[in-house]
């Protein structure tokens, strides 16, 4: 995978990035159709451009950079399919890990890492150690994730302090709450970005998303790259962000 290198374009405001931008990679499935291949190929070419995005994410300074690679209902699939994903999601770590920890990109697993298969897990749980102390683009990819058993995790964690006097129940709010979801110290979702022209959320990220501009691109996720990211970009540098106040 080679990847093209893209200055930001005059018309977006450097000072006006998104700090985190979440993705919802929709497509793959009707892409395949399209080009008359089977799902797994749909999927494969959605890696493909992975890793423009990524680079440019960090050449950018967007802060962080959210990837919804595989939800908790994506088990209801085939097995093949599956079992293609679970590869796909293998191959990427082991072709990208060396790459993304010479740019000092920290990789962070959203989700239950240990509902995964064994080599999967250990893929991910390494790719994490070994960029935890990077300090630049923190790449976070939701791997079996669900953004409601996150929240129930949370409650779970919170009522745990609680019974072994850790903490008062009066002592939980907002930031008590986001600090036990996995995104713990990232900012919040400025920007979600859902591809294919879906206009759904999908479990994902339900509470970081509270002000999170959407903005949904009619590509599907093989098609779309850095120029469409960057549309999306100059797209939420339009929206006017009130957190239901009022413009001055
Ligand atoms: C949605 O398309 C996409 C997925 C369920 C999987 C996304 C995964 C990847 C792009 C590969 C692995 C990712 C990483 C980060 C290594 P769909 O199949 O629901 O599309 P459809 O709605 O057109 O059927």
């Not at 892409?31 to 950018?60: F, M, P, Q, Y």
């Not at 893929?123 to 409601?148: F, P």
Request: proline share 4%; charged share 25%; glycine share 6%.
């Amino acid at each position: 995978m080679s990847a093209i290198r893209y200055p930001l374009p005059e018309s977006i405001d450097p000072q006006r990035l998104p700090q985190h931008i979440a993705v919802i990679m929709d497509g793959n499935g009707r892409w395949a159709k399209k080009n008359k291949l089977k799902v797994a190929l749909g999927h494969r070419a959605g890696t493909e451009n992975l890793r423009e995005i990524i680079r440019n994410c960090s050449d950018i300074g967007v802060k962080a950079l959210t990837l919804y690679a595989f939800s908790t209902e994506n088990w209801n699939r085939s097995k093949t399919e599956v079992d293609a994903l679970m590869q796909l999601i293998l191959d990427f770590f082991h072709s990208e890990i060396d790459e993304l920890d010479e740019k000092n990109v920290r990789i962070l697993i959203l989700g239950d890492k240990d509902g995964l298969p064994e080599p999967q897990r250990q893929a991910l749980a390494q790719a994490e150690h070994r960029t935890a102390d990077n300090t630049g683009l923190s790449l976070n990819i939701a791997v079996n994730y669900g953004g409601r058993a996150e929240l129930v995790r949370a409650a779970q964690l919170l009522a745990q302090e609680v019974r072994d006097g850790r903490r008062t129940v009066e002592s939980i709010d907002e930031q008590a709450l986001a600090d036990k979801l996995y995104t713990c110290g990232l900012p919040e979702v400025d920007l979600l970005i859902r591809t294919s022209g879906e206009m759904r959320l999908s479990n994902f990220l339900l509470y970081q998303c509270s002000y999170a501009e959407f903005v949904f691109p009619p590509e599907l996720w093989p098609d779309f790259h850095v120029p469409q990211l960057h549309a999306c970009i100059k797209e939420f540098q339009r929206r006017s962000r009130r957190y239901g106040a009022r413009d001055e």
